[in-house]
């Protein structure tokens, strides 16, 4: 047999498959709690879960995986050089790549090229050779930015080779990662590139060391931000590609889990639900480029709307009683429950108190989760630290012990932010165990907690849980309805506005304003996929008036998509006329090697396809693809159109020439 191992480490979940390359059938899939301080931990429980099988018969494994979006959003990562060649400071700084930027060690020299390619300075040969020097033994990789650089890569070239030349670390230049013009987002984005190069390899390096282990020899693969799947070598020269890869292969594994290539596919997760929408089986890709961590890169990725809500959102209580879905994540209690048998009797115990608060959950407890040495906590940190001890304690209990008021006394939030401590807390996934729609860990336990919430908010068992999923669905529906308008009209929308929210309760089947009633007819189907899908989506798909598709095996549905994914490598070249008083000088032709005149559009088209089609097929074979590789050419003009009374024809402003080259991995094309 040729068997795919697909793994996807997601915020809570890491989730692993084995598939049939030739039938394309599901042969075995588990789950494992993802571990955030070292997520091959993670990885070798999953693999594990899995059970028995001839490691001999696994010919791929492709991994998609949070840790470079959690790196930038969080400001990890290694030390990194931005050098950016042609750039003021003043600009950089007006950007706000001074105070907030992440990487701090910046090098500008003088050198650059204008909007046609032609050189604005030449580079400074003895100021690289400085900043070089200066910077080698303080950083682990560099990025290379020139002004200009897509349209003549020169500067960036050369500086590449001396980089290499004079300290063998790791260096990615802009013209390698993005055709943008944008200078400043191409400087973000090789910053950010080099920061994550040595992540990237730790993690893809102690993946290998599991699959070793495990006697798994055979080729890696990792999933982009755009779905698309590279080798293991190339992700770690390119590691920022990879962020928003876990969204991505969710779009790719719903698709081909769904068979419907047009849809809109909701994954509901541990921490967040990301819905994307899919046409002739394409995800949208963000023109403008990924934010991640609030700064505008040039990184090619779905386009993902992404909600603070999943199955283990912190449900809380506001003044009224009146329950409120968090984005913050918590440990469920009914998992912490089954890990730890401390939290059931203190279950027992919170539920006699008469104490409430909005403040501070019902049924709210802390624990350690990591080390704290690599951070400076203050007095009341190490208290509260200290206090904690090894078991998980409820946030009363630690109070009382600390000799506070009250448990919102209890200032946790550095500790949480900085992963120390971890918060354990109620879920939609403790609603599910107690409904009993779900049974994976501690039912009591889950019983008990929705007890206490239902009194707190003055409400039935029954009614209380019908009262939270209600909550939940109407959150996704709003969610789904917002990115179908959002798509429509290319901007963001919310529901903020007193006609707008009225209109969407409506729509949501809210008994208000009685004189008018809105029916929704989505053309679309939901293609729902994560583990609790079934328990909300089938009254989502109602409220908006679309189909519902439930694909099997929907729980593992992004690990699917890590191991089912295409290569898909692009190259971009363009064609610029040279216009002079006299009339047209010649074309030049703008490729990621070089710049090149030409005497007629004729040739410089030639010249172009040639070039781009070679280029987009190496990047294609070095991506992991096998010797069937389609190439495929696309062409946009810009074309000026002249003033009224001036005649029909207009003249060539720009051309593009985009190669496309599709294809599989060696193992199975």
């Known amino acids: 047999m040729r068997l795919g191992l697909g793994i996807d480490t997601g915020g809570t979940y890491t989730d692993s498959v084995i598939i049939d390359f030739e039938t394309g059938k599901v042969i075995k899939k588990a789950k494992a709690l993802t571990t955030r301080y070292d997520l091959s931990v993670g990885i070798a429980d999953s693999i594990d879960n899995l059970g028995d099988f001839d490691p001999s018969e696994i010919r791929l494994v492709s991994a998609s995986t949070t840790l470079a979006t959690n790196s930038i959003v969080e400001g990890k990562g290694a030390r990194a050089c931005l050098l950016g060649i042609g750039y003021d400071r003043d600009t950089l700084y007006n950007y706000g790549l001074k105070d907030s930027f992440p990487i701090k060690v910046v090098k500008l020299i003088n050198g650059g090229h204008d909007i046609q390619g032609y050189q604005i300075h030449p580079l400074d040969i003895s100021a690289l050779k400085e900043a070089i020097l200066d910077t080698k033994d303080i950083v682990d990789a560099y990025g290379v930015s020139a002004y200009g650089g897509v349209r003549n890569p020169e500067h960036e070239i050369k500086a590449k080779e001396m980089i290499k030349e004079m300290t063998g670390l790791p260096v990615i230049c802009g013209h390698d990662l993005t055709s943008n013009l944008n200078s400043i987002r191409r400087a973000i984005t090789v910053a950010f590139n080099a920061r994550l190069v040595p992540v990237i390899r730790e993690l893809l390096t102690s993946i290998k060391v599991v699959l070793h282990k495990r006697g798994i020899d055979a080729p890696l693969m990792v999933v982009k931000g755009d779905g698309h799947i590279v080798s293991d070598e190339l992700a770690m020269e390119r590691p920022v590609e990879t962020v928003l890869s876990g969204p991505a292969a969710s779009i790719t594994g719903g698709s081909n889990l769904s068979g419907v290539d047009t849809g809109i596919v909701v994954d509901m997760g541990g921490t967040t639900t990301d819905i994307a929408i899919i046409r002739n089986g394409i995800p949208n890709v963000k023109i403008d480029g990924a934010i991640v961590g609030g700064w505008r890169t040039s990184i090619r990725a779905a386009d993902i709307q992404t909600s603070g809500l999943g199955g283990d959102s912190h449900i809380t209580l506001d003044r009224s009683g009146k329950v409120t879905l968090s984005p913050q994540r918590v440990i469920p209690i009914c998992l912490a429950s089954a890990k730890y048998k401390e939290i ?55 109070a009382v012990k600390l000799g506070l008021l009250h448990p919102a006394l209890l200032n946790t939030i550095a500790l949480e932010e900085h992963g120390i401590i971890g918060r354990i807390g109620f879920t939609p996934t403790d609603l599910l165990h107690a409904e009993g729609t779900y049974s994976v860990w501690d039912v009591e336990s889950a019983r008990l907690a929705t007890e206490i919430y239902a009194r707190h908010s003055e409400m039935e068992f029954k009614d209380f849980i019908a009262y939270v999923k209600n909550e939940v669905i109407d959150k996704l529906s709003t969610e789904i309805f917002s ?55 089938p009254a989502v798909a109602s409220q908006l008036g679309a189909e519902l598709i439930v694909p099997e095996h929907a729980e593992v549905a992004n690990a699917i998509g890590a191991i089912t994914g295409s290569i898909i490598e692009a190259v971009e070249v363009l064609i610029d006329p040279i216009y002079s008083p006299a009339g047209l000088v010649c074309y030049t032709v703008h490729t990621p090697e070089e710049k090149v005149d030409l005497p007629d559009l004729t040739s410089a088209t030639a010249f172009a396809e040639r070039t781009a089609k070679r280029l987009a097929k190496e990047k294609a074979i070095r991506a992991g693809a096998g010797k069937q590789i389609d190439v495929k050419i696309q062409r946009a003009d810009e074309i000026a159109k002249p003033a009224q009374g001036y005649g029909e024809a207009g003249f060539l402003l720009s051309s593009h020439i985009k190669a496309i080259a599709i294809g599989k991995p060696d193992i199975i094309s």
């Open 344 to 398: 059931l009797p203190e279950l027992r115990q919170l539920a006699l108190r008469e104490w409430t608060s909005y403040l501070v959950g019902p049924t709210d407890f802390l624990i350690r989760m990591k080390n704290s040495n690599h951070y400076a906590m203050n007095e009341n940190e190490k208290s509260i630290y200290n206090a904690l001890g090894e078991k998980p304690m409820s946030s009363y209990s630690l």
């Open 483 to 537: 990115k179908l308008i959002t798509d429509e009209i290319d901007d963001f929308v919310s529901f903020d506005s007193k006609v707008s929210s009225l209109l969407l309760h409506k729509i949501l089947g809210k008994k208000i304003m009685s004189d008018v009633d809105v029916k929704t007819s989505v053309k679309m189907p939901i293609i729902a996929i994560g583990a609790p899908v079934t328990a909300y989506f």
